[in-house]
């Protein structure tokens, strides 16, 4: 019942700068976190960063002040603006809806494509 639409990815060299957009639609409950991962060929999946109905922020080490996460609770959309890219952070980057209506439920978007050049 939840949908999730993601935008942004692309190629950009080394120290650049993308913007991932995503927004939900469908049944969606008030109480809820909505983050980014990603996962690079050979790698597991891990959190990128997430962002809490009630504005609480939880980053990955290795993207800290570098990466900072932001969210419309009105328009149900979450971004995550990226600065200095390394080529280490290539990865297909998904966006993530967990709804806690019952425990926690994850939903996923398609993934975007994100390629950093050295």
């Known amino acids: 019942q939840v949908q999730l639409v993601e935008s942004g990815g692309g190629l950009v060299q080394a120290g650049g700068s993308l913007r991932l957009s995503c927004v939900a639609s469908g049944s969606i409950f008030s109480i809820n976190v909505m983050g980014w991962y990603r996962q690079a060929p050979g790698k597991q999946r891990e959190l990128v960063a997430q962002?809490?109905?009630?504005?609480?922020?939880n980053y990955a080490n290795s993207v800290k002040g570098r990466f900072t996460i932001s969210r419309d609770n009105v328009k149900n959309t979450v971004a995550l603006q990226m600065n200095s890219l390394k080529p280490e952070d290539t990865a297909v980057y998904y966006c993530?809806?967990?709804?806690?209506?019952?425990?926690?439920?994850?939903?996923w978007g398609q993934g975007t494509q994100v390629t950093v050049s050295s």
């Open positions: 993530n809806f967990r709804d806690f209506r019952w425990g926690f439920s994850d939903y």
């Open positions: 962002l809490t109905s009630g504005g609480s922020t």
